[in-house]
Structure formats: structure tokens, C-alpha cells
């Protein structure tokens, strides 16, 4: 069976060229960075080489990239270090917004639970959060903002160098997750201003866990983990040096061919976007309709136009090969809507009756006809049955 993999946000296939660059640390470069000998030290010189040009891509020090096990773990460090390091000054107030990824919003769950002053700003109905509302809440205990750089639902891009211009101005240090940027969108520390930001491989055709945080050098943080003193004692820990490699290579080749990818796969996206609306009058696009990522679309029905929720969309377009992604959460056996659509004031049932589509290298236009004519069979097919 032909398929056609449309969810690039949820993970994407590994680069042949990436694993072509990891494969020796699988086999004979075994050694583990921290030895003294040469094994350690060719381990050691790949690491820091793989660290160097992970930094130049986002335009940071090596010594302020520290690697971690993926997003989720950067998010989580990222926010607790910070919070950590401040409460002992008395600075116990947290700010996010309510559409970030669930390893950002769960950790400042977390945090409230143990005390923290946690503010959760809201976004509008593109999923935006607006800076002037930033700095209405920015208080002097403010100890971090953490607001993500793009929407892994939506696509949606925050005004993060607007955020951190004010942010900067009261003292108060700003955290992105770039998960969904890097490689997407421009992506540099000093352009944007923040003192922590959180990527990954897996979302740029590289390894799955392992991530990277990016440090500013001056930000009062202190290490969640304790037992040895690698990544300069802030992630202690055996490093994962095949995965570092593999995630340098990856990051250099999304870097390189950014200005060539994203047009393309944009294009694709728009393509998919027009032939839904003539098929399906009345669809909604969420995210911003300009400030959003090139490669993803999200779109929701009026459940007169769909009869069935995303999840049964989704099983029905991977019945034809396509794999897509529908954006609410399985929880506990029961369908739960997304909290970021519902946060954009979308009602629950067209929360639910929603599908994100994420294009990436591996498709093609024809891909964009065969998902139009796979949707309009399904809906006609579940309408008939309906009937
Ligand atoms: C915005 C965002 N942050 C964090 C993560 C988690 O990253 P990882 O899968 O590397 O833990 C994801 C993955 O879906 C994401 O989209």
C-alpha cells in the first residue's frame, strides 16, 4: 500500500545522511566522552564538535548548549532550574500562556501545586499572545516567562523578541520552546532575546531522544540532576554522543536547506489549504492566518460537514495510507478536545472535529490530491451511513 505520512509535528523519518553520521559512534567510537584515553577523547572531540555546530545554528556559545534527552526534558529543566535558583531570592511568580506544549504547562502545574505563583496568560482566536498583556502582568517577583516560539497544534508564532524587549527592560529572564521552529523559521538566540530556549532532533529528521537546552551564559539556573560532572555539571549523566552527532547533523542539514525546503513545502500546505476549502465550505484554519509555521495546517469542521470526530478521521484517512494527526488527547479512554483550541475560544465539538496535516521533505503535490479525494470519499461515506 502507497502512504503518505502528513504528521512532520509529531516526529519525522531519520535522514539517511544522519544516520550515516552516527553509525561509526555505534560501532568502533564507543567510548565514553569523560575517559582519559584516546576512546574517550574521540568521543569527547565529537560531542564538543557536535555541540559547536549546534550552537553556530542558533547562534549561541558552545558552553551555552547543554544536551538533554529531548524537548520535554529542556522544558522541564529549563522552568524548574530557573524557578529553583530564584525562590531562594523570594521571586515565586511564573508566567506562561495556556496553549503551550503540556511539558511547559505541566511543569508550572507542578510548580503551583508547590507553591509557585503561576499566571497562565490566554492567547486570541489565531492562539496569539499579545506582549502588551506580558507586561501587564510581569510583577517584581516575576522569576521567569516562558512562552513557546511556535504552536505545535496550530502553527502559530509568538512575538517572542517583543516579549523578551519587555522582559529584558524589568529584569525577568524568557524561555521558548523552539521544538517546532528550528530549521522551520529563523531561529537565533540574540535576535530573539531569551535566555533559555528548548529544541529537539526528532522534529528535524534526526534521532528521537535527544534534545538540546540553550543557556544564556548570565542566567541564575541551577542543575535539576546531581551525580557526576558532565555538561559542565549542570546534566550529569553518561553522554549520549551518537545521538549528539546525529542531532549536529541533523540541525546542519535543516539549516542548510531551510531556504529550500520551507518555500516548498509551503506551497504544498497552501495547496492542501485551498482544495479543503472548495471541498469543504464552512472549514475553519486554525492558527495565525500569516505568523504561523509553513509546513503545518490545522483545520476544523462544522459537524454539519463532518459527521465524526477527529480520532475518526484520522483512523478513516490511515485506512487509505494517510497518516495525519487530529490534535486532541486520548485521556483516560475518553477523547478530550485540545486545550489549545480550546483555549482559542474554539467550542469543544469543533475542537474535536479537527485534523493537522504537517508536510515535510519525503511529499509531493501529488500527495496534496490524493488527501483531498481520500476526505471528501470519507465524509460522503460517513454521511451515507449517517443517513
Ligand atoms: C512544542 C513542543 N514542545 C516539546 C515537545 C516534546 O519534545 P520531545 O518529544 O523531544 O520530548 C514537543 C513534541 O511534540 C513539542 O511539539
Redesign the pocket.
Known sequence: MHTIYLDH??TTPLDPRVLEAMQPYFGDRFGNASSAHRYGRQAKDALEEARARIAVAIGAKPAEVMFTS???ES?NIAILGVLNAARRRRRNHLLTEAAE?H?VLDTCLHLRDEGVDVAVLGVDQHGSVAAEAVEERLRSETALVTI?HAN?EVGTIQPIAEICRIARARGVPVHT?A??SIGKIPLHVDDLGVHLLTI?A?KINGPKGI?ALYIRRETEWEPVFHGGGQERGRRPGTENVSLAVGFAAAVGLATEEREIMMPRVERLRDSLQRQLQDAFPGMVVNGHPDRRLPHLLSVSFDSRVMPMEGEMLIANLDLEGIAASSGSACTSGSVQPSHVLLAMGREERTAKATVRFSFGRGNSEDDVAVVKEAMQRIVARMHRAAQ
Open positions: 509535528t509529531a529531548g524537548g520535554t522544558d506544549h511539558a513557546m505545535n520552546d521544538v517546532q529537539t526528532h534534545g
